[in-house]
C-alpha cells in the first residue's frame, strides 16, 4: 500500500457492516476494546450517527476497500471540556503495520486542528505481560504518533478472564489562550477534507 492508492473520506451510516468486519475481530479476539459482544450494524450505524453531529468518522479505503477507520469523541460532556477530544483507531488485520494507521490518525488530527480542537487523548488497553489477546502496540502507537503518557489505571478491565491496565495518553495540537476561538462542528469544516485528507496521502 502507499500514498497513491490510500484514499481518506468521511464515513457514512451504510459504511457499518464494512467497518464491523473491521472491528469485530477486536471484539472477539483481542483486549484492544473492552466491548464483549459485537455490536449489531444498526448499533454501529447509530454510533456513527452520534459521532458526526460533531466529530469527525474517517475511514481509509485502498483500491476501493475500506481497510481502517477513526474518529473522535468527546472527553468529558461538560462545557469546558469542548476543546479536548478522545480518539480512537481501528485497522484491518491485513493492513496494520503498512502507514495506513498513521496516515489516517494524522489526517483525524489535522480536522480535530481544523476545529479549534486543542487536546486529544486517548484510553489505550495495556498488559503488564504481553498475551495472545493484548500487545503493547497500541501504546507503542499513540507514542509514535506524539501522544504522552498522561496515567495509568491499573487492573481495571478484565476480559477472557485477565486482568489488564489503561493508559491515558494526550497530545496537544494547539495554543491554549485566554480568548480560546470556538470548537467548529465538523459539518463546519467538512468541505474541507479532501484537502487535509491530501496532505497525507498524496
Known amino acids: 500500500m502507499d500514498n ?7 464515513a457514512v451510516p451504510q459504511d457499518a457492516e464494512a467497518l464491523l468486519r473491521i472491528y469485530a475481530p477486536y471484539v472477539t479476539q483481542t483486549a484492544v476494546t473492552f466491548e464483549y459482544h459485537v455490536p449489531t450494524a444498526e448499533e454501529f450505524q447509530n454510533r456513527i450517527r452520534r459521532v458526526l453531529q460533531k466529530y469527525p468518522y474517517l475511514v481509509a479505503e485502498a483500491d476501493g476497500e475500506i481497510v481502517g477507520y477513526a474518529y473522535a469523541g ?4 461538560r462545557a469546558a471540556y469542548g476543546w479536548t477530544a478522545e ?3 481501528y485497522i484491518s488485520e491485513g493492513s496494520r503495520k503498512t502507514g495506513a494507521g498513521g496516515k489516517l490518525y494524522r489526517t483525524l488530527e489535522r480536522v480535530l ?3 479549534n480542537i486543542l487536546n486529544l487523548n486517548a484510553f489505550v488497553a495495556y498488559p503488564r505481560e504481553e498475551d495472545v489477546h ?3 502496540n497500541s501504546m507503542q502507537f499513540h507514542a509514535h504518533m506524539g501522544y504522552e503518557l498522561l496515567g495509568r489505571f491499573p487492573e481495571c478491565g478484565y ?3 485477565r486482568w489488564y491496565d489503561m493508559l491515558w495518553m494526550g ?5 491554549h489562550t485566554a ?3 470556538p470548537v467548529r462542528t465538523f459539518d463546519e469544516v467538512r468541505a474541507e477534507l479532501p484537502r487535509i485528507a491530501a496532505l497525507e496521502t498524496g
Open 159 to 161: 476480559k477472557f478472564h
Open 134 to 136: 493484548l500487545t503493547k
Open 87 to 89: 480518539t480512537s483507531i
Open 74 to 77: 468527546p472527553f468529558r460532556e
Open 113 to 115: 486542528q481544523t476545529q
Open 179 to 181: 480568548l480560546q476561538t
Open 4 to 10: 497513491t492508492t490510500l484514499q481518506i473520506r468521511a
Open 171 to 175: 497530545k496537544s495540537i494547539g495554543a
